[in-house]
């Protein structure tokens, strides 16, 4: 078809080789950072010249597990530095913080909000990391809940900011 075509060629173009075969930016190709921009210009009602998104802080990865341990081998510089991640989760985050050498920070999930997050239990889990010594460099967000299947509140999503404001948290929202 013709459109499929026509992006085909759009693609090419963006290559130094006019083939897919070659290396591209780390960042991923310009063409489709700037394609995922738009469409999240789009979604939210944002505008480039808004400048709350480019494609130039677009980084495109194989998959969510190597950009996630891109981010957290960013964010553990030694054994000090801790990730709050939400109990039960995920292996990927407990196994990456491990084998960077970092310091797992976990907080529960309240199983009787349907492992909902609680604001209180994740600054509980900040606190206690503190008092031993870890610098918490991060808090990760995993919504919907995996393994669980619980999608965090407004409220819930609010709260999770907030305490990341307030301990300098970056967010890791999977």
Wanted: hydrophobic share 35%; with cysteine; aromatic share 6%.
């Amino acid at each position: 078809p013709k459109d499929v075509n026509e992006r085909a060629k759009k693609l090419l173009n963006d290559t130094a080789s006019y083939s897919i075969g070659a290396y591209t930016h780390s960042q991923g190709l310009n063409v489709i950072r700037e394609t995922v921009c738009d469409f999240i210009c789009e979604r939210d009602g944002l505008s480039r010249s808004d400048n709350l998104i480019k494609p130039e802080n677009i980084f495109l990865t194989d998959g969510a597990s190597p950009g996630i341990k891109y981010v957290l081998q960013t964010l553990i510089g030694g054994p000090n530095d801790g990730i709050l991640i939400p109990i039960p989760q995920y292996p990927l985050y407990s196994a990456t913080i491990d084998l960077l050498g970092g310091q797992k920070i976990g907080y529960f999930l309240d199983e009787d909000k349907e492992w909902g997050f609680d604001v209180n239990e994740a600054q509980r889990a900040v606190n206690d990391a503190k008092k031993k010594g870890t610098t918490p460099q991060a808090i990760c967000f995993i919504n919907p809940g995996n393994p669980t299947g619980n999608v965090m509140s407004d409220e819930d999503i609010r709260g999770a900011i907030q305490l990341a404001k307030k301990e300098n948290l970056v967010i890791l929202a999977d």
